[in-house]
């Protein structure tokens, strides 16, 4: 089993597009594969989900928010395999290959939850030599200890763009950092911080008494939205994966080009792109190509 996090401070760069699409096209290989929605948008939870089926099962129980709620409100904890659910849609898709697909749902609400969390570590400054540091930043990775869990060949969870204690505790979880992004100015200085960041993150952890140490690796900056100029990818683009590579940050080979067309109607039908029937078979193409090369990076037994 392996947890990876997707992550990246921008908003809009890919994150849950390539999380939906990735644990989709690894369930048709056949793995059985969990995606954990961290982001309140609920953009992922939303591509599996109609907006309406979202808010008539998921309102009042069932997501991220109401397992955190339960931490911060009675520091007693639920068990966080009750909160996974099989998404029908995809799973319909999947079921002749052998392969499964769960998530475990976000919700709105979860963006109040930083605040709560946070107070225990001392407010924003998150105050490394609080009580409350340990316990609140191993949430996550405490819950994913349960027997249940080692069922999946794959942890994949969307975080939110930002580095607050939601997204701290999907660090502290995972084995491994997914880093979808976009191939320009802005973007390129940004995983130069969000590696600052993250190291910043795991010596301050590694550094608190009782600690066991974390040591997340990134696995690769993917770069998303790509333009093309006729079969290439436009010059600029080149540019910046260099820039990228200067920061001594892995970049996946296979990139994913721009599709207004395929991506606009994400969602919408509760399978992701990779899946559809009578899609642009280019993009399909390149989105199951970064799914063999994740799986290498990875090094899952018996990936191909
Ligand atoms: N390769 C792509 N080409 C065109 N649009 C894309 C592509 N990938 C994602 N999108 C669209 O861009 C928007 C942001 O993508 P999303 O995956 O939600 O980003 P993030 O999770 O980083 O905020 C969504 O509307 C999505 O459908
Ligand atoms: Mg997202």
């Known amino acids: 089993m392996s947890v990876v996090a997707v992550l990246n401070y921008k908003g809009g760069v890919g994150k849950t597009t390539v999380a939906a699409n990735l644990g989709a096209e690894l369930a048709f290989r056949g793995r059985k594969v969990l995606l954990i929605d961290m982001d309140p948008q609920a953009s992922l939870t939303l591509s599996f989900y109609g907006s309406d089926e979202l808010a008539k099962e998921f309102t009042d129980?069932?997501?991220?928010?109401?397992?955190?709620?339960?931490?911060?409100?009675?520091?007693?904890?639920?068990?966080?395999?009750?909160?996974?659910?099989?998404?029908?849609?995809?799973?319909?898709?999947l079921k002749s290959h052998g392969g499964q697909l769960d998530l475990i749902p976000s919700h709105l609400g979860l963006i109040d939850v930083d605040l709560d969390l946070a107070a225990h570590v001392g407010g924003s400054r998150f105050q490394i030599s609080s009580?409350?540091?340990?316990?609140?930043?191993?949430?996550?990775?405490?819950?994913?200890?349960?027997?249940?869990?080692?069922?999946y060949d794959l942890i994949m969870i969307d975080c939110a763009p930002n580095f607050n204690m939601v997204t701290r505790t999907a660090i502290v979880a995972c084995d491994?950092?997914?880093?979808?992004?976009?191939?320009?100015?802005?973007?390129?200085?940004?995983?130069?911080?969000?590696r600052?960041?993250?190291?910043?993150?795991?010596?301050?952890?590694?550094?608190?008494?009782?600690?066991?140490?974390?040591?997340?690796?990134?696995?690769?900056?993917?770069?998303?939205?790509?333009?093309?100029?006729?079969?290439?990818?436009?010059?600029?683009?080149?540019?910046?994966?260099?820039?990228?590579?200067?920061?001594?940050?892995?970049v996946f080979r296979q990139m994913i080009r721009e599709s207004k067309t395929l991506f606009a109607a994400a969602g919408e039908r509760g399978v992701p792109a990779v899946l559809l029937p009578h899609a642009n078979p280019n993009v399909q193409h390149e989105l199951r190509e970064l799914a063999t090369e994740f799986l290498t990076r990875i090094m899952i037994e018996g990936a191909t």
Do not use: C
Request: no cysteine; aromatic share 10%.
């Open 61 to 93: 129980s069932g997501t991220l928010l109401h397992w955190f709620q339960a931490f911060v409100n009675d520091q007693s904890a639920e068990l966080l395999r009750d909160y996974v659910v099989s998404p029908p849609r995809v799973n319909e898709v």
């Open 131 to 151: 009580d409350g540091y340990l316990w609140v930043h191993r949430l996550l990775a405490d819950a994913l200890g349960d027997d249940v869990f080692r069922d």
């Open 176 to 194: 491994h950092i997914l880093i979808p992004a976009k191939a320009d100015y802005l973007s390129t200085l940004g995983i130069d911080y969000l």
């Open 196 to 250: 600052r960041k993250l190291s910043e993150l795991v010596r301050d952890y590694n550094g608190v008494a009782g600690a066991e140490a974390i040591d997340p690796a990134i696995l690769g900056v993917v770069f998303t939205m790509i333009q093309f100029a006729g079969e290439v990818p436009i010059i600029a683009v080149r540019n910046y994966v260099t820039h990228t590579e200067q920061y001594d940050v892995p």
